[in-house]
């Protein structure tokens, strides 16, 4: 059984920094691309984030880019998302994610997500 717990979030300033952790079971983290999607209630989802399996390679959303950083400890299975230089516009719930597609794919319409966990709530406000 899959399971993503996300934890992590809270309440930053504008211009703040926080660092999400997503902690992976049932299945082996550097072997699966994982990653990051928000979303702010009434919209769509936003893939934001995925670190690709077997080269590690990342990719990132076009509003976080240079902003946010995706790593994966593999000793851990865990998931991290730093995010720097946070914005109001960053408020929203973040899920960590396995998804249907590989992480080059991100920016596409309809991109799917195979298993994604509870969420964990980012609001950046003064």
């Known amino acids: 059984q899959v399971q993503l717990v996300e934890s992590g979030g809270g309440l930053v300033q504008p211009g703040g920094s926080l660092r999400l952790s997503c902690e992976v079971s049932?299945?082996?983290?550097?072997?699966?691309?994982i990653g990051w999607f928000r979303q702010v209630p009434g919209k769509d989802r936003e893939g934001i984030s995925c670190?690709?399996?077997?080269?590690?390679?990342?990719t990132y959303g076009d509003s976080v880019k240079g902003r946010f950083t995706i790593s994966r400890d593999n000793a851990k299975n865990m998931i991290y998302l730093e995010m720097n230089n946070l914005e109001p516009e960053d408020t929203a719930v973040y899920y960590c994610?396995?998804?249907?597609?590989?992480?080059?794919?991100?920016?596409?319409?309809?991109?799917?997500?195979?298993?994604w966990g509870q969420g964990t709530q980012v609001t950046v406000s003064s």
């Open positions: 049932g299945l082996i983290a550097k072997d699966y691309a």
């Open positions: 670190k690709s399996s077997g080269d590690g390679s990342s």
């Open positions: 994610a396995v998804p249907r597609w590989p992480c080059f794919a991100l920016r596409e319409d309809g991109y799917e997500y195979e298993y």
